[in-house]
């Protein structure tokens, strides 16, 4: 798997099962993470040594105006740099199963996909635009600063919106505004409910 195409493929191989076994429990985002990455490699067919989980990717010297902005937010003893952290990457196999800290120069450059992962986990709460919105924020600025690097690599947005109450669930006005942005700033976009579906990408 070493193009975009067959990294895409092998989400929408998996998505149908994503949708049916997230919508089966109600969970943390870390447990939906889990799961989506478990269906990636069996039902995606995504080989074990491309597709990591909460891959840390030290940046020095960010060229964004985001990844600027959040690494002056930092103490000074610690700016210089800013680190995402996509809850699952698809690699091309250059990578070579290693996607340590360390070798963080390899995994910008060998990157397919970086995935964001957001569920309705909240107490008293749902899931809020802002969050969803700075997170698609995140991820474009991440394919900014692979492409200022000479690579490229293709940013998504996946929302387990598996409450089942109504008003526990995104706002129908907040997840227009999710994808608005996704499409403006040309990020996947994957979301499933009880009662709904978004399939960008």
């Known amino acids: 798997m070493d193009n975009l195409d067959a990294a895409k493929q092998a989400i929408q191989k998996a998505w149908p099962a994503i949708k049916s076994e997230c919508l ?3 969970s943390s985002e870390l447990h939906y993470q889990a799961m989506i990455y478990h269906l990636l490699r069996t039902e995606g067919h995504v080989p074990l040594k491309q597709i990591g989980m909460n891959v840390k990717m030290w940046i020095d010297s960010p060229i964004s105006k985001l990844f600027q902005t959040l690494d002056k937010k930092k103490h000074k003893n610690f700016q210089g740099g800013f680190e995402p952290i996509p809850d699952i990457v698809i690699f091309k ?3 070579h199963g290693d996607w340590r800290r360390r070798n ?3 995994t910008l450059s060998s ?3 970086a995935i964001e992962v957001k569920a309705s986990e909240r107490e008293k ?3 809020q ?6 997170d ?3 991820l474009a600025a991440h394919r900014e600063e692979v492409v200022a690097r000479g690579h490229d690599m293709y940013p998504l947005m996946l929302i387990i919106d598996s409450a089942p109450k109504q008003e526990e669930r995104m706002t129908p006005s907040a997840l227009e505004k999710s994808q608005a942005l996704a499409i403006k700033l040309n990020v996947g976009l994957l979301y499933v409910s009880p009662d709904n579906e978004v399939y960008s990408i």
């Open 104 to 106: 963080n120069r390899k």
């Open 136 to 138: 698609i924020q995140k």
């Open 129 to 134: 635009p802002s969050e969803i919105l700075l």
């Open 93 to 95: 196999s250059s990578v």
């Open 111 to 113: 990157m397919l996909i």
């Open 24 to 26: 089966s429990v109600l």
């Open 125 to 127: 709460s749902r899931l």
